[in-house]
């Protein structure tokens, strides 16, 4: 049997998904749709040791989707531009 991952947002993430533009907003939600159909999403994501906040990333274009991984959970904590994503403090 083939369990599936799925994505969730924290409070956090639902702010910033909110402020991005309707381009982003769209590229954003198809990837995520992507990868949660697949058998394994995280190997699509980069590891983030440097961050004690996430333990994986996601590239969309310019922008980085930073996700805790909980089991079959993906919990997104955080969406931003690449050069704001290593500044980030949680």
Not at 4 to 32: C, H, M, P, V
Not at 36 to 52: G, I, R
Request: net charge positive.
């Amino acid at each position: 049997m083939n369990t599936k991952y799925r994505f969730t947002f924290s409070a956090t993430a639902i702010r910033q998904f909110e402020n991005l533009g309707q381009d982003i907003k769209k590229r954003i939600q198809e990837k995520l749709t992507f990868w949660e159909d697949q058998e394994n999403p995280l190997w699509f994501a980069k590891t983030t040791p440097q961050l004690h906040f996430a333990s994986h990333r996601f590239r969309i274009g310019k922008y980085r989707v930073l996700c805790l991984a909980e089991s079959h959970d993906l919990v997104i904590v955080y969406i931003g531009p690449r050069e704001n994503v290593y500044k980030a403090k949680n």
